[in-house]
Every structure is written in structure tokens, then in C-alpha cells.
């Protein structure tokens, strides 16, 4: 986290989860940065992401995805999979992130 936030990244995680759902895996992984809640997969919809009836029960769910996006709100790297078990590494999206910058 702190290699993140030394180049002024913020991480935010954006799941159907309900905030209880969401506070709960936070707590049980040591996760320390926000997770927000999308129920109706608004937001996930917009970024193109939505794995319809992906979820447990048939339930819509987030595709797994990662997103640098600027301060202006342009996605400026994305890295999208298939599995739920496969994300980018921290190592990776810094790698981009820096490759960003120059």
C-alpha cells in the first residue's frame, strides 16, 4: 500500500457486496482500503465489467478488472480476466502505473 500511495494512488474496490458483506471480507483479509457498495451494479455497468448472473444464486456480479483512472475520470490502464481467482499483481499495476507517469 504504501509504494501506492508514495505515487498518489488510491485503491478503491467497487463490489455488488452489500457494505456489511463488504466490511466483513475487509476485516477478515486486512484490507485497509474502501470497498463501495454497487447492489444494482450501476457503476459496474458503466465500466463494462458486469458478469451477468456470474454471483452465487445467478446473481449479477463484477468481472474481475483492475482500473487506473486519472484525475480527470480517463481510464488511463485496465487489465480485465475471466477467472474471479486471477488478478493483477501489485507488482504489475505499479510496473503500469509508473510507465503512466513518464
Known sequence: MSEFRSRGVEIVAISVDSNKDSRELCSSRGYTFPFLSDPKAEVIRRYGVLHPRGGPD???IARPAEFLVDA??????????ESISVR???EAVLKAIDALSH
Not at 480527470?72 to 480476466?81: D, E, F, K, M
Open 88 to 90: 493483477a499483481r501489485p
Open 72 to 81: 480527470t475520470g480517463t481510464i488511463r490502464w485496465v487489465n480485465l480476466t
Open 58 to 60: 445467478g446473481h449479477d
